[in-house]
């Protein structure tokens, strides 16, 4: 019998969840009062946040009163966040569906995808079905935000090998660049307590001109960025990239 091999995003995040600690409270916050201000969001309006993780944003926006509504394929994300949110009593929505699955039809004010959650399919065709997916699910006039790491500056600062520890967890990332493919392959061994997992990654690295011709294909307008929450332009020295558009 030829049981089909998982896909890397299928089991990665597990191993991933000490990585939320890397962005402080803080910067979430931060981030959380840009977004607010970029898509003009109001109490009352809705948010898809597509995939929603732990619910790193979708928690704050909640609080504000924000109709948010998550989607992600871990469950045990969607578990912990679940509990989250009904402890502080705050009303989400939560799937778990693969983001390519997603079937919404112009229900949401306000969609994102954050924190470099696009780019995981081998094939393009599913990566873009993502940002189609997501189109369709904005009302006429809805808006989107996309958040990435910028591949500009992912050349410019290239580091073949990262460590990375969480109290007991030591983390190696082993990166190579495939310039063909515009991707960044890296194996990622997790070593707790003496033992190692492995897990082979892929991410398809996008520059700004190209992710902005990706969304105005799927037929979002007015399609502009930053590089920084301080509005800063995007340029290779801008680690992050904040796209946004309308539909
Ligand atoms: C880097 S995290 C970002 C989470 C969240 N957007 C944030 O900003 O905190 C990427 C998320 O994508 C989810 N994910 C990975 N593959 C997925 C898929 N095929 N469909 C839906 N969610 C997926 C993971 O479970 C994880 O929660």
Redesign the pocket.
Known sequence: MSGKTKDW?ETF?HEFRPF?QKISPKETNAQVRFYLKHLNLKKGMSFL?C????G??AIPLAKRGINVTG????ES?LIELEEKASKRNLPLKLFH????RINFNGEFDTAGN????LG?FEKESDNLLVLKKIYTALKPNGKFVIQVINRDWVLNNFSSSDWTAFGKVKVLEQRIFDYAESKSRATWTFIKEGKETAVDTSIRMYSYHELKKLLEKVGFKNVHGFGSLNDDPISRDTREMFIFGEK
């Open positions: 995003w995040f939320f946040d995939p929603v993780g732990i790193r944003i989607i992600d394929l871990a994300y569906s693969d983001m390519r954050l924190w470099t959650s995981y």
